[in-house]
């Protein structure tokens, strides 16, 4: 069973900068491909960056804002997030996805964590 636990969220002035932490209860953490989503209020969760191994992939809206890096010693995965804007407001979430012995993929997500950017 792999448990996902997300911290780091919480309120911050736009133009700063909040780093959230996922740290991941698997044995063979560098195996996962790991990412972070969010959800606004009244929308769908969408994608915002991943790591798989050293490559990096961001959604355009947080391209050069964000950054993602992983640290396999400490199962941890982190999402560094600057020049934060109100619509970067949401909860966001940790995702874990790894491919199965078939050829499928099995995800894993985290409970969230609340980040809110005031104007």
């Known amino acids: 069973q792999v448990q996902l636990v997300e911290s780091g969220g919480g309120l911050v002035q736009a133009g700063g900068s909040l780093r959230l932490t996922c740290a991941a209860s698997?044995?063979?953490?560098?195996?996962?491909?790991m990412g972070w989503f969010r959800q606004a209020p009244g929308k769908e969760r969408e994608f915002i960056a991943s790591?798989?191994?050293?490559?990096?992939y961001f959604a355009e809206s947080v391209k050069g804002r964000f950054a993602i890096s992983r640290d396999n010693a400490k199962n941890t995965v982190y999402l560094q997030m600057n020049s934060l804007k109100p619509e970067d407001t949401a909860v966001y979430y940790c995702?874990?996805?790894?491919?199965?012995?078939?050829?499928?993929?099995?995800?894993?997500w985290g409970q969230g964590t609340q980040v809110t950017v005031s104007s």
């Open positions: 790591i798989a191994w050293t490559s990096t």
């Open positions: 698997v044995r063979t953490f560098s195996r996962y491909f």
């Open positions: 995702n874990a996805g790894i491919v199965t012995h078939s050829g499928r993929w099995n995800y894993y």
